[in-house]
């Protein structure tokens, strides 16, 4: 294998890595306030579906809930990856 190769396979593996653990250095407070109806059934749809196209409408239930915390606002909003285990999805589900 390439050396190229093997560092953009690294690359991609660090990311998912991310989206399953977050930031280890920063852990994020959520308040359990934000876990309504709406924001639960969106997350819920997200990972039954592994579509992950609706993270940023995710973000918006969560901001309506009173969601202020930037780390959980911005992983949803932005490019991902997103996979199944997501620490946002699962914080939403309660999936500790």
């Not at 660090?14 to 308040?31: H, K, M």
């Not at 109806?37 to 918006?60: C, H, K, N, W």
Request: hydrophobic share 45%; net charge negative; glycine share 10%.
């Amino acid at each position: 294998m390439k050396e190229a190769q093997m560092a953009a396979e690294y690359v991609i593996l660090a990311n998912v890595t991310r989206d399953i653990f977050g930031n280890p250095f920063r852990p994020v407070a959520f308040d359990p306030a934000w876990r309504t109806s709406t924001a639960v059934a969106i997350a819920q749809g997200v990972y039954e579906s592994r579509d992950f196209g609706a993270m940023p409408i995710l973000a918006d239930a969560l901001q309506d809930a009173g969601c202020d915390s930037g780390d959980i606002l911005t992983h949803c909003r932005g490019p991902g990856p997103h996979v199944r285990g997501c620490w946002v999805v699962d914080l939403v589900l309660g999936k500790g």
